[in-house]
């Protein structure tokens, strides 16, 4: 079997942090991609939100240097999760990130965006990371 997912797009909502029991960090991030088809003469606009888990030392990472308009490059796999909740089955697709690339901002940092601190050079670090809880 092979699985495999990369997405691009901005992020919807700043990323969420949290730590297991254990003291693993894991972010979640809340992806927006679109993509464009052409349906007769007009050109039309899809938009797929797509939940991205993050773990480990990258997660954290994400939680510094991204917010909601944040650019990103995920590489990873899709992963179904399932749940009871009032008598009901309810399930959920998402995305376990491998690597999260970051990219730049689309307006070139100018007025109305919030940056954090990204070091001397103002570049986020590119890591990749395998730790998973499971």
């Not at 510094?64 to 909740?85: A, F, M, P």
């Not at 070139?108 to 050079?121: C, L």
């Amino acid at each position: 079997m092979f699985n495999k997912l990369i997405i691009a797009g901005y992020l919807a909502k700043d990323p969420e942090l949290r730590y297991t029991p254990q003291g693993l960090p894991v972010a979640t991030l809340r992806v927006a991609a679109s993509s464009r088809t052409k349906q007769g003469e007009e050109w039309k606009e899809e938009t797929l939100f797509l939940d991205v888990v993050v773990f480990g030392k990258q997660a954290e990472s994400c939680g510094q240097y991204l917010n909601k308009g944040s650019g990103v490059i995920v590489d990873g796999r899709l992963r179904e999760r399932s749940w009871e909740t009032d008598g009901q089955k309810k399930y959920r697709f998402e995305c376990v990130a491998s690597s999260v690339a970051f990219l730049p901002r689309r307006d070139g940092g100018g007025a109305g965006q919030q940056h954090r601190d990204t070091g001397s050079d103002g570049v986020p670090p590119y890591e990749s990371t395998d730790a998973e809880p499971f």
